[in-house]
Antibody, heavy 115, light 107 residues
Framework: EVQLVESGGGLVKPGGSLRLSCAASGFTFSSYSMNWVRQAPGKGLEWVSSISSSRSYIYYADSVKGRFTVSRDNARSSLYLQMNSLRAEDTAVYYC????????WGQGTLVTVSS | DIQMTQSPSAMSASVGDRVTITCRASQGISNYLAWFQQKPGKVPKRLIYAASSLQSGVPSRFSGSGSGTEFTLTISSLQPEDFATYYCLQHDSYPLTFGGGTKVEIK
């Protein structure tokens, strides 16, 4: 069974940093691209970033470009999102999702940016 | 960037109704489109992939159609558990983009 488990969310002040993790199991992690998607409270889904299976291709939404960095460790079956210079508008539940067609999602981790 | 315009943004319907939700892409995306259902406080669940393929385990009352720029999600006979918000996602090119969502409420 495919499992994705996010962690690392929490309360952070504007301008601060946070690192999210997504632990994968139940499939060959190194064979799949992975994504981060977020959802602000009461709002819709927003794609944040994608990384290809071999890390050769990395993409970001304009809203996070230059502030967020996606990475992965295929040996540990883990996906990461380093978030710097956080803003109030980054407050959201952050999900990791498998492949561009997003067939499997984690349960999400809440990031709250507030002073 | 490809914009996904989803309509309606909200609707009221009764159990047993036929419901149709539309997503329009600002440029052609072939069939690189998926549909998701999200209930309050829950994780999005994929219903349809490749525009018209039913995800395993999803009831057959859900169907998807379309190609290019116009796509529809149809629920043939709305059930109580179908009241939720629905999103489309284009994964033809980056940045990936979701539609704005359609909230299906009980009439």
């Amino acid at each position: 069974e495919v499992q994705l488990v996010e962690s690392g969310g929490g309360l952070v002040k504007p301008g601060g940093s946070l690192r999210l993790s997504c632990a994968a199991s139940g499939f060959t992690f190194s064979s799949y691209s992975m994504n981060w998607v977020r959802q602000a409270p009461g709002k819709g889904l927003e794609w944040v970033s994608s990384i290809s299976s071999s890390r050769s291709y990395i993409y970001y939404a304009d809203s996070v470009k230059g502030r967020f960095t996606v990475s992965r460790d295929n040996a540990r079956s883990s996906l990461y999102l380093q978030m710097n210079s956080l803003r109030a508008e980054d407050t959201a539940v952050y999900y990791c999702a498998r492949e561009n067609y997003h067939d499997s999602w984690g349960q999400g981790t809440l990031v709250t940016v507030s002073s | 960037d490809i914009q996904m315009t989803q309509s309606p943004s909200a609707m009221s319907a009764s159990v047993g109704d036929r419901v149709t939700i539309t997503c329009r892409a600002s440029q052609g995306i072939s069939n690189y489109l998926a549909w998701f259902q999200q209930k309050p406080g829950k994780v999005p669940k994929r219903l349809i992939y490749a525009a018209s393929s039913l995800q395993s385990g999803v009831p057959s009352r859900f169907s998807g159609s379309g190609s290019g720029t116009e796509f529809t999600l149809t629920i043939s006979s709305l059930q109580p558990e179908d009241f939720a918000t629905y999103y489309c996602l284009q994964h033809d090119s980056y940045p990936l983009t979701f539609g704005g969502g359609t909230k299906v409420e009980i009439k």
